[in-house]
């Protein structure tokens, strides 16, 4: 089973260069997510998207855009990246419902220089 | 508004010693309660959750934890580490004033001694 798969594992940007971060999950899971990891503060929902054709901005959503492609894509995309998107982010998905567990890639570690 | 709070962002141990995370939130509705690991370089894996039922909850690798909705805690406790206990851990949150958005605490890295 791949779970969660994203891609690239690691990126190096300029700063204004655009990037897109991929992510498919093969779980048939309905709701999917974009989170920053930075040190000391844990993971920071960037965006969500509850199902098919529905996305929400989530804790940090500036600098972002998503796009829920079908239901096992999810993309985030970086218009023009700054040094202070330098982070690791990570894509979950999840089935519906607030007690349901999220399953996680294994992460994308992006420096903007 | 939901908020985690983790105490401690780095915990040392004793191989054998009991291993003890702390975890506190704020939710002004029952939350779900979550714990997940987070081995280097991978992501993270949940470890045991609280939804209703049941305060004291157990998970995977020897893990549990409890719910003390008069504490507004979660504390996640083992009674003896593991050198292969060695991560990071984060407390979630979830409730249904947030939609579904997990809130997370700023993580525990655990640090096990032979």
């Known amino acids: 089973n791949a779970g969660v798969t994203q891609t690239p594992k690691f990126q190096v940007l300029k700063t204004g260069q655009s990037m897109t971060l991929q992510c498919a999950q093969d779980?048939?899971?309905?709701?999917m997510y974009w989170y920053r990891q930075d040190p000391g503060m844990g993971l920071r929902l960037i965006y969500y998207?509850?199902?098919?054709?529905?996305?929400d901005k989530g804790e940090v959503p500036n600098g972002y855009n998503v796009s829920r492609l079908n239901k096992r894509e999810f993309s985030l995309r970086l218009e023009s990246a700054a040094p202070s998107q330098t982070s690791v982010y990570f894509c979950?998905?999840?089935?519906?419902?607030?007690?349901?567990?999220?399953?996680f890639g294994q992460g994308t570690r992006l420096t903007v220089v | 508004a939901q908020s985690v709070t983790q105490l401690g962002s780095h915990v040392s141990v004793s191989e054998g010693a009991l291993v003890l995370l702390r975890c506190n939130y704020s939710?002004?509705?029952?939350?779900?309660l979550f714990w997940y690991v987070q081995y280097p370089n991978q992501g993270l894996q949940l470890l045991l959750k609280?939804?209703?039922?049941?305060?004291l909850v157990k998970g995977i690798n020897g893990f549990e934890a409890e719910f003390k909705k008069s504490e507004t805690s979660f504390h996640l406790t083992k009674p003896s580490a593991h050198m292969s206990d060695a991560a990071e851990y984060f407390c979630?949150?979830?409730?249904?004033?947030?939609?579904?958005?997990?809130?997370f605490g700023g993580g525990t890295r655990l640090m096990v001694k032979p």
């Open positions: 979950a998905s999840s089935l519906q419902g607030m007690n349901t567990e999220a399953f």
């Open positions: 779980m048939n899971h309905n709701s």
């Open positions: 998207s509850a199902s098919e054709g529905t996305t």
């Open positions: 939710s002004s509705v029952p939350p779900y």
């Open positions: 609280y939804t209703t039922g049941a305060t």
């Open positions: 979630a949150v979830n409730s249904n004033n947030a939609g579904n958005m997990l809130t």
